[in-house]
Structures are given as C-alpha cells and as structure tokens.
C-alpha cells in the first residue's frame, strides 16, 4: 500500500467499539466522504455497508450490494491487495483495491482505467493512420486508373494535362493529410499544439468542400454549405479542418442514399458556430454522453476505432470551445454536432 493511502487509512480509522459491527456514524464521514478515491464499508460477507461519494460517482449506488458484483474477482481478506475489471455497456473499467480493517471490511479503490486507455490508445495511433488515410488514397488511385483509360483512348495532351493536375493535387492534398495525421496521433499521447491564425469562414468551407464533395457524390448524398456572411476566425487551420472534415465524413458515413448533409458557419455575437447535421438515424439518447470517450463506438456505428468524435472535441477545447451533439428534434430525425467557439478578434469582411 502507498503511504499516501496509509495516510488517509489513518485518518478514517474506526474508532474502538466492542460490538461485532462498527456502525459508519464511527468513521470520520467528513474525509470518509470527501477522499479522492472510491471506498466502501462492507461487512465480513462482503456486503456494502456505505460508500463515498467518489465511490458513487464510479460504481454507481451500491449500497446493500456485495462487493464482488462491483469488483469482480476481489479477495475480502484484510491487508489484501488485488486487480479487477468489469465491463458496462460502455466502458471497460480497471482498477486496484487494497482491502483493510475488519468489522467491517474498508476497501480502498484507485481507478486504473485511464491508464489502460493510455496503452490502448499507442496500440490503435497506426491503425487510426491507416484508417484515416484509406479514402483519399483510394479517390487518387481511382482518379489516376480513370486517366489512364483515357490516355488508351487516345486522349488529347490538354486532357491528359487536366487530369495529371488534379492527381497532382490530390497527393499534395494527402501529403497534407499525413501531417494532421501525425498531429492527431499525438492527442493521443500528449497535449495537442495549436497554431492560430487568422482566417475566413469561406475560406475554411471551401477546403472542407474540397475534401468531402466527392465522398458525398459516391453514396448519392448532397452535400449542402451554408454561410450567410464570412467572417474571420482565428484557429489553427490545418487542425480546425481536421475537424469539420470529421464531422462531416461521420454525417456522410451515416446518412442514407439520396438525403442530405448540411454544414454551415454562423458568427452571433461573441461566438461562432460551426454545424454539421444530417438526415442519418441519429444516435440512442443513452449514448450521446459517451460518443466523446476515445476507442467508444456507438451499438449502430458499427466497425471503426471510435476516434473521430474524441479528436473532434480534443480539437475543439484546444481552442478554448466545445463540442456539442444532439439528435435532430422530432418528427425529423438526423445527428447534429456542433463546435462552438469565442469570437477571437473576429471580424466582418
């Protein structure tokens, strides 16, 4: 045990009593309560006598509960220390418990989960390159099968000409891409650095255009921009587009054939506002809490890491916003995400 739980061990001591269980009114409620750790009082069967707040907020109410359905696998041995895990329908939970006292038993808990998370996250960084980088290739690789075919036609030099420009547009296009790609891995791993300047809306709708309007095309979507009045923006650009472009494969992915994605930038007062809404299912109401979590993927989603949307909102508060999604409201039905920001040195032009 650390000395840090040593301590703390001290300070909730039970006092001395003579009956065969020590009631809580006998610990110190105020630390009891107010530690940074989950702990629970069970008796010698293993059943949760109390538990404190960070205990709840973890585990969720188990009073009256035993212990082992909330920590699988514990061992109710007093000086023991162990591993268990448990999964919910949305997370993988792993944790470390020491176990001291007796009548009743005090369990101690530190939250291991994070750093697992952090494991993950290294193992998945490549395969979220890869996955990132399968669709720009694939739209080069067609582009350039297409010119040949033409080149075997017979076609003029002018248009052989137009189509090696815009293959040539399209590796610069993801020669860029492998850069943001590499940024974005570093999320994973550490504090992401943003490079603002100033930009305009139209600017940034264009490039997003560029890079989803013949995704969109391919599955029979159309792909609708909207902004009324540009403005200037300050972000860094390269990351805040990784961003948008997120949002609006995802919207892509997920809307049916021959409906419609919008996507549309609006400065309102102090703030700006970049929306992306779809035609698409939408997502359970249960899940909307956890579609941020990194590796999470929603039960309808299907196969992907379950990136996207954390590096949407790791993006998003880099820049001192947030991400907000919903569901359309009814009858209609759709996904909204929305980053909202402060107006930095935002300007009409």
């Not at 998003?316 to 929305?338: E, Q, W, Y």
Request: overall charge positive.
């Amino acid at each position: 045990m650390t000395k840090a739980l040593k301590r703390l061990l001290e300070r909730i001591k039970l006092r001395l009593s003579t009956q065969k269980i020590v009631p809580p009114e006998a610990v110190d409620l105020r630390i009891f309560f107010e530690a940074p750790i989950p702990i629970f009082l069970c008796d010698e069967k293993g059943k949760v006598l109390e538990q404190n707040r960070k205990a709840y907020y973890v585990f969720g109410y188990g009073k009256d509960k035993f212990i082992t359905n909330l920590l699988p696998g514990i061992q109710l041995k007093p000086h023991h220390h162990g591993f268990s895990s448990r999964a919910d329908k949305h997370r993988q939970g792993y944790f470390e418990y020491y176990v001291e006292g007796k009548n009743p038993l005090i369990v101690y808990v530190i939250d291991k989960t994070d750093l697992q998370t952090l494991k993950e996250e290294y193992r998945f960084a490549i395969s979220y390159l890869s996955h990132e980088l399968k669709t720009p290739i694939a739209v080069a690789q067609t582009k350039a099968e297409a010119l040949l075919e033409e080149v075997k036609k017979g076609a003029s030099q002018e248009k052989v000409a137009e189509g090696l420009s815009e293959i040539v547009e399209r590796i610069i296009n993801l020669s860029n891409l492998v850069k943001r790609l590499f940024q974005m891995s570093s999320v994973l791993v550490k504090e992401l650095k943003v490079e603002r300047r100033k930009v305009k809306a139209s600017e940034l709708l264009a490039d997003l255009r560029t890079l989803t309007e013949e995704l969109a095309e391919e599955k029979g979507i159309k792909l609708i921009f909207d902004l009324t009045e540009d403005f200037i923006v300050k972000v860094d650009p390269e990351l805040f587009l990784q961003a948008l472009f997120n949002l609006v494969e995802n919207a892509i992915k997920f809307t049916p054939e021959g409906k419609k994605v919008w996507v549309s930038a609006r400065k309102i007062e102090d703030k700006i506002y970049f929306r992306v809404e779809d035609e698409g299912p939408g997502v359970p109401e249960e899940e909307l809490p956890f579609l941020t979590r990194p590796f999470y993927r929603a039960r309808y989603l299907g196969k992907g890491l379950g990136l996207g949307l954390f590096l949407v909102e790791t993006i998003a508060k880099a820049h001192g916003g947030r991400l907000k999604l919903a569901n359309a409201s009814p009858p209609k039905t759709g996904f909204i995400a929305k980053i909202e920001l402060d107006d930095l040195e935002g300007q009409p032009t």
